[in-house]
T-cell receptor, first 111, second 114 residues
């Protein structure tokens, strides 16, 4: 089983749609969680951190379910510019100071 | 603007010919990372420096080495590149301490091995 698992997609959605991505992680002791966005042939960039209570940033909402070891990202009112790969990222071991990346879910928003 | 810079952006090397990739940062972060990313795969951590302390991942081949002469610079040396080493190499930095390790990535160096 992968340490961080995501549906690779692609998710093809029309502009204005709501789309949700899910991610599961294997280490129940994981401490911090993030969603990164990566455009084609570019570096990953932080989209948002994920907090225990859930958090929202504009059209983006992230949720964490520790009991199920599950993270989600919801994008409302999709824009063409949202087309990218979304990486689920977990800090699995604070002693290691390293992040574990999922292989990403690709989103294509169509006009 | 404070940032993470990688040079070169594109590197072509021959099979077996040593190559060095460089990373510099103006963020004054004490932790620097090197990742390898192949197409449609997750970034794979090769190693990282916490200050001057070098931390190698268990599955990083000996062919990959790193140097950090000062806080701002970090180098990735590939001693004898193979065809399987063709990938995007990403440098990232973070400020060590605490749980929430947001990492800032450079634009990457795309390595081609001929």
């Amino acid at each position: 089983r992968k340490e961080v698992e995501q549906d690779p997609g692609p998710f093809n959605v029309p502009e204005g749609a709501t789309v949700a991505f899910n991610c599961t992680y294997s280490n129940s002791a994981s401490q911090s969680f993030f969603w990164y966005r990566q455009d084609c042939r570019k570096e990953p960039k932080l989209l948002m951190s994920v907090y225990s209570s859930g958090n929202e940033d504009g059209r983006f909402t992230a949720q964490l379910n520790r009991a199920s070891q599950y993270i989600s990202l919801l994008i409302r009112d999709s824009k063409l510019s949202d087309s990218a790969t979304y990486l689920c990222v977990v800090n699995m071991d604070t002693g290691r100071r390293a992040l574990t990346f999922g292989s990403g879910t690709r989103l294509q928003v169509q006009p | 603007d404070a940032m993470v810079i990688q040079n070169p952006r594109y590197q072509v090397t021959q099979f077996g010919k040593p190559v060095t990739l460089s990373c510099s940062q103006t963020l004054n972060h004490n932790v620097m990372y090197w990742y390898q990313q192949k197409s449609s795969q997750a970034p794979k951590l090769l190693f990282h420096y916490y200050d001057k302390d070098f931390n190698n991942e268990a599955d990083t081949p000996d062919n990959f080495q790193s140097r950090r002469p000062n806080t701002s610079f970090c180098f990735l040396d590939i001693r004898s590149p193979g065809l399987g080493d063709a990938a995007m190499y990403l440098c990232a930095t973070t400020l060590g301490g605490g749980f929430y390790h947001e990492q800032y990535f450079g634009p990457g160096t795309r390595l081609t091995v001929t």
